[in-house]
């Protein structure tokens, strides 16, 4: 009792303490600001004439003293938009929200630093602010699921989240995210649940996931193709009990390790691209549930311990678990176990059987067992397999023009019926092993064999041997005849040469000059923005960008860099300002794109939506705004690189980067505007947004306008760059159908030489070329490659890959490669709204074989962008001469001199020869003849 006494007055005194404390006033009004945004406040039944909700207890709100740390509005079916004012509630600890049906923008948490619970999930937010998860100190749990949050184009967690340390659970299923997940995220040492099913998600499980102490990882069921890769930094995971990755299109095998997951209970892979053998860890495990459907295991079908299990829809052997392959069957799994399971392969080589069915690839003999492995030209890459010494009827290997590597497996030699073995054009290195000079040996194009000379084939042991079994000599030779009979051309041109260089000085300085004092005397009309853009020769890295001022002497595009404004009007003033440093205010971009309104769109991409803007003048430009939900590392990287490679690079047949904007979130490009869009749009879906078809004269236009511009960047530019991303859907279009290539987010430098860069995997699968999509490492010829590919777009009017196709045409490249060379297949396959006159074909016949240069597997086969050039220009720039007269031409003798030739000049311009002194005796040229200008221009815009 004496106990008793002091604890009840304890209490007592702090219940009067809290019943005395009157409700923050910033707090208090908050909460008014929730209760009126709602369409039904009624059903908090909060009193209208109470000023203090922490000490007479409203409804859902809880206090700490008087200040207000939870709101709990859960499943209350309230509707309307929340106060932007929310984060004010400085001392929040608990925001309870889900199951509502708030609406708008989700509310910011910026500043709550001790908030600990975000329950957010299952209203219709449809927006994120840029700074929502700032200051999220202390934050726990946050769930956002079932938010469509920033419409078709998806968004992703910002940085700010990072610093959000202690966070345990992060849920957001159907919340519309989209994009590669950040690296941070599997960094968060933290995190124990991460729910993300139903959403845009793409790309592979970061690296950083690896070893993290996940429990929950749940990246099911993402829309456009979902997530891809392997998934064996999974078995790092080891505290995982629950792991959903159904519904993606991750591909490789299943780690034979997955075992080492011991807690692990629930694990789900069903309808991905997971191929190869189940494991036998995997069969053993004891999961609560597992599902394998819809993938493409193989081999046996097995027994599993777990409680529920299924395999169904995949190429098992046979349907009964348990039951063993045939010794063939396994062999032939673990040969393209070796090859990483080619999808080809793999759809084909099903049941028990290969004879049975004749699995693509494979011949067999009388007695039913394999006696022919012909898979010349499949792409396929990696090692030989020693299992293939298993297959004891195998008497030809034809694998030549592939990508295979490593050595040839030392038992292939114990193949009793093998006669011939053609590995030639892949990367086969050494040992080689001793075969039986019955075989046939053909090794000639593997580089790793010292360099395609003949060589001698190795024992098992990597030592020289006597056997001659090995054909290793390259399949080309140089004859000294071929290099002796250009010594004559050369010997001409040495001569010709500087002749022809002078009659082309003299028919270029003279008009140039002429043009030169007009153009010095000529100032250019007022305008808000004026770009100009720099020649290609020129030394000088600076783009020439003017802004200059109204009548009222506001300008029309601020920017701010090497140059200042004035406040007051400076009439046609302009400043020059180094690309590099032209910065536009956001607010200026929001007035010309009237506030990115949605009639102004022009497009949306993984970067985020392209605006249309005019400015005060007229003058159109093209707006690229970054959305809040992909500024990750990879974005913001592409969007610098964009600024770094256009502020250096000045092309007519290049887009121009006309400024940029950084301000807070807002990340935006500006660029000239382009009226007539991409080239894939005119190519594929003319006919949906009611185009004309282009005519083959415009598409003759078009690959010449992107080859000098593709040349400009890879060999006449300060720099040698890569693109890495040229595609028909990246060439823009002006009124005139003259194209210009966009998007140089993924620009490389591309290294002095013949050598490559090894870089991260980017582009767009049916334009990558096969070295850089197989072993990372590009050259300017993996955009040759490319752009191959878009002449073929241009010939056909089909896209570069398109799985609704027949198979045989889905990738266009090797559809195209079965019949350039077939006239009547070649007239079939070309755009059916093409002309198809004798006269057309001609030059489609140029491009289909051009088209096939720039496609070769070999990139040293391919030709330089410069090359590309010379052979398009001649047939876009088909010049004819008058009648020839070596005499005279067009009223003037080239044979007079240079005084005299000038004067008879400016008489057939019909001018009176006294506006200068031929007779000068310095020889000077003062002034032009009046007019020349115009018969100019043409020439000088060219």
Known sequence: MADFLPKVLIFTAHMLCFASAATDPGDLSILRDFHDGLANPDLLKWPANDADPCGNRWNYIFCSGNRVTQIEVQKLGLRGNLTRKLNGLTQLTHLGLQNNEFAGPLPSLSGLSSLQYAYLDYNRFDSIPGDVFVGLDSLLILALDGNSLNGSGGWMFPDDLRNSAQLMNLTCNSCNLAGPLPDYVGSMASLQVLLLSNNMLSGEIPASFGGSGLQMLWLNDQKGGGMSGGIDLVVSMVSLTSLWLHGNSFSGKIPANIGDLVSLKDLNLNGNKLVGLVPDSLTSMTLASLDLNNNYFMGPMPKFKAAKSTCASNPFCLPTPGLSCSLEVMALIEFLDGMDYPARLVSSWQGNDPCSTLWLGLSCDTNGKVSAINLPSKNLTGNLSPSVANLNSLSRVQLQSNYLSGAIPSNWTSLQSLTYLDLSNNNI???????????????????????????????????????????????????????????????????????????????????????????????????????????????????????????????????????????????????????????????????????????????????????????????????????????????????????????????????????????????????????????????????????????????????????????????????????????????????????????FGLVKLAPDGENSVVTRLAGTFGYLAPEYAVTGKITTKADVFSFGVVLMEL????????????????????????????????????????????????????????????????????????????????????WRPFDDDTEEYSGIDYSMPLNQMVKDWQEAEGEDASFMDLEDSKGSIPARPTGFAESFTSSDAR
């Open 429 to 743: 290195s050494y040992p080689l092993p001793k075969f039986s000079s019955s075989v046939k040996l053909v090794l000639n194009g593997n580089p790793l064999l010292l360099g395609n000379q003949t060589a001698t084939p190795l024992s098992p042991a990597g030592t020289p041997s006597s056997s001659s079994g090995g054909d290793l000599s390259g399949s080309r030779s140089s004859s000294p005849t071929g290099n002796n009979s250009k010594r004559p051309k050369l010997v001409w041109l040495a001569i010709v040469a500087p002749a022809t260089c002078l009659v082309v000085l003299l028919c270029l300085v003279i008009p140039l000059y002429f043009y030169c004092i007009k153009k010095k005397n000529t100032s250019p009309a007022p305008s808000s923005l004026v770009v100009y853009p720099r020649d290609p020769s020129d030394s000088d890295n600076v783009v020439k960008i003017a802004v200059a001022s109204n009548a009222q002497g506001s300008t029309s595009m601020n920017g701010s860099g090497s140059g200042s404004w004035n406040s007051s009007g400076f009439g046609n003033e302009s400043r020059v300002i180094e690309a590099g440093n032209l910065i536009i205010s956001v607010q200026v971009l929001r007035n010309v794109t009237k506030n990115f309104a949605p009639q102004n769109e022009l497009g949306r991409g993984g970067f985020g939506v392209v605006y249309k803007g005019e400015l005060d003048d007229g003058t159109k430009i093209a707006v690229k705004r970054m959305e809040a939900g992909v500024i990750s590392n990879k974005a913001l990287d592409e969007f610098q690189a964009e600024i770094a490679v256009l502020s250096k690079v000045r092309h007519r047949h290049l887009v121009s980067l006309l400024g940029y904007s950084i301000e807070g979130y807002e990340r935006i490009l500006v660029y000239e505007y382009m009226p007539k869009g991409a080239l894939s749009k005119h190519l594929f879906h003319w006919k949906s947004l009611n185009f004309e078809p282009l005519t083959w004269k415009r598409r003759l236009n078009i690959a010449l306008d992107v080859a000098r511009g593709m040349e400009y960047l890879h060999s006449l530019a300060h720099r040698s760059f890569i693109h890495r991303d040229l595609k028909s859907s990246n060439i823009l279009l002006a009124d005139n159908y003259r194209a210009k290539v966009s998007d």
């Open 795 to 878: 010939l056909t009017g089909l896209m570069a890959l398109d799985e609704e196709r027949p198979e045989e045409s889905q990738y266009l490249v090797g559809y195209f490669w079965n019949i350039k060379s077939d006239r009547e297949k070649l007239m079939a396959a070309i755009d059916p709204v093409l002309d198809r006159e004798d006269e057309t074909f001609e030059s489609i016949s140029v491009i289909a074989e051009l088209a096939g240069h720039c496609t070769t597997r070999e990139p040293s086969q391919r030709p330089d962008m410069s090359h590309v050039v010379n052979v398009l220009a001649p047939l876009v720039e088909k």
